[in-house]
Structure formats: C-alpha cells, structure tokens
C-alpha cells in the first residue's frame, strides 16, 4: 500500500523567508506527485503536479517541487514567502499509469503561518 | 465555471440517524472520489465511481457506508446509523479522465455526530 509522509507539521516563519516542505512517499511503481494547498476557509486546490519528465515543476504562486527518484522524495519550495501563503499543504501521490482510477493518497498536511 | 459544489456544506446528526451527502462534479468529469478527513489529518480515500461504475470502495470503513452514482453525475454518500467516529470532513473530488488525471475538490461536507 502507498503512503506518504510529510515531515513538519507546523512551521512557522516571517515574510521573505524561504520555505521547504519535506515529502515522502512509499510505493514501487511508477507515480504521479501533487502538492495540494487548503487557505483558511477554502477548499484544496492544485498546487503543482508531475507526472513524467523534467523532475522540476513548477506550480502557482511561486511554488516549485523536485522529484527524487532514488529518494522517493517530492518536497515543495518557495524562494520568498507572503503572507498569504498561510495555509495547510497536502502532498498527494498515486500510482501512476499501469493503474485506472487512480485515487490520491495524502499525507498528514503541514500547516505553515507566516508571520508578517 | 462551475467547481465541484457539495451540499450541505454542515451536517449535524445525532448518533443514529441516516444522513446523505451530495456531489455535484464538475460537468463532463468521468471520475468521481469521496474522501474523508479527520480533524489534523489528510485526506483519506473512501471510493472511486468511473461514470456510473463504483470501481473501488476499498476504503468505505464498514458497511454503514454507501455510495452512488447512477447517472454517471451528481453522486450520494449515504452513512447509515451514525456514529460519533465518522464525525468529519467528507471531500468529494472530479477528475477529467480515469488516468492521469488532477483531482479537482469540492468544499467539504462538515459532518458533527452527537
């Protein structure tokens, strides 16, 4: 079974600093990789995916992700935080595609506050 | 424009009582999840509809737990009997294709078991 583990579960920091959520998952095949992201009172959107190719995506708002292979490693980055970026972050993986229907299985979620 | 609208967006039940919960996927999406989220956790994989089809229900935690789509669109989530332990965030969640494919979410049906 697929899991997934993220590192921090909360992380605090000031505007400007630079942000990284770690992310790892378990499973031997071939995946997809996404980072969800929950702001205060709304619902998860898409922050960034990879499915195949350069292992260096970059998403909305900033936000980039660098898959490891060897490491089984997804984690999320941003140079330069906001205010604004005060949300929850989910990395999310599944299977990739040998397997239909291909449900997400998330982490715990790290909630990130920025302090301005 | 439409998202993925759930209803009710909050759902108190007394220990017991049935309730059903609503998805309204994004028009023309042939995947459809649900997903339940416990408070602090991330979301958990409850069951998987391609159109009309239930292909996977592995998740559903017991057979109080139903669910249907039966024209391949709107889908209900139905808990029989609630208790205290299926108090969360039900997600639902649509996607274009059946294969590699983003999951567009819903907002949450808040459910409070008392």
């Given amino acids: ?116 | 424009g439409a998202g993925v609208s759930q209803s009710p967006r909050y759902k108190v039940a007394k220990r017991g009582q049935d309730v059903a919960l609503r998805c309204d996927p994004i028009s023309g999406h042939v995947s459809l999840f649900w997903y339940q989220q416990a408070l602090g956790q991330g979301p958990e994989f409850l069951t998987y509809f391609q159109n009309e089809a239930q292909l996977d229900k592995s998740g559903l935690p017991s057979d109080r737990f139903f669910a249907e789509r039966p024209e391949g669109s709107v889908s209900t989530l139905k808990i029989q009997r609630t208790q205290q332990e299926d108090s969360a965030v039900y997600l639902c969640a649509s996607s274009l294709a059946s294969i590699a494919s983003e999951q567009y979410f819903g907002p949450g049906t808040r459910l409070t078991v008392t």
């Fill in chain 1, 1 to 116: 079974a697929q899991s997934v583990s993220q590192h921090n579960h909360h992380v605090i920091l000031s505007e400007a600093a630079s942000l990284e959520l770690g992310c790892n998952y378990s499973y031997g095949g071939t995946v997809n990789l996404f980072w969800y992201v929950q702001y205060p009172g709304q619902h998860l959107q898409l922050l960034l995916k990879y499915f195949s190719g350069d292992p260096l995506v970059k998403g909305i708002k900033g936000f980039e992700a660098e898959f490891i292979k060897s490491k089984f490693s997804f984690n999320l980055r941003k140079p330069s935080v906001q205010w604004s970026d005060t949300a929850e972050y989910f990395c999310a993986v599944n299977a990739g595609a040998e397997a239909a229907g291909n449900k997400l299985t998330f982490g715990g979620g790290t909630r990130v506050l920025v302090k301005p």
